[in-house]
Nanobody, 123 residues
Framework: VQLQASGGGSVQPGGSLTLSCATA????????VAWFRQAPGKEREGVSC????????YYADSVKGRFTLTRDKDKNTVYLQMKNLTPEDSAVYYC?????????????????WGHGTQVTVSS
């Protein structure tokens, strides 16, 4: 199983970014996928996750309404579209996958992780 996150960068408050996570070695039908982030001095936190059992997507309260997780099976890629970014969204973002069908925001549940991509929101 391989995951590679990309798309990070620097944006001004109110701006947008879309992160991509290229995946290989597993089938989306059997693996839940998720995005996590870790800001300096803080613990890693769940941002969004997708259950393959029913296609439900979950979001942390802090990003609900601003972030959207999507999946393109043909391209083996998971996306995180981020809008109305604030400085509090600055962090290293990671994508993760786990062999279970009901997604969770608990990082210890995921055994497969990609390298992070840095997102910086500042004026």
């Amino acid at each position: 199983v391989q995951l590679q996150a990309s798309g990070g960068g620097s944006v001004q408050p109110g701006g947008s970014l879309t992160l991509s996570c290229a995946t290989a070695g597993f089938t989306y039908d059997y693996y839940a996928v998720a995005w996590f982030r870790q800001a300096p001095g803080k613990e890693r936190e769940g941002v969004s996750c997708l259950s393959v059992s029913d296609g439900t997507t979950y979001y942390a309260d802090s990003v609900k309404g601003r972030f959207t997780l999507t999946r393109d099976k043909d391209k083996n890629t998971v996306y995180l579209q981020m809008k109305n970014l604030t400085p509090e969204d600055s962090a290293v973002y990671y994508c993760a996958a786990g062999r279970f069908t009901i997604a969770t925001m608990k990082e210890e549940s995921y055994e497969n992780w990609g390298h992070g991509t840095q997102v910086t929101v500042s004026s």
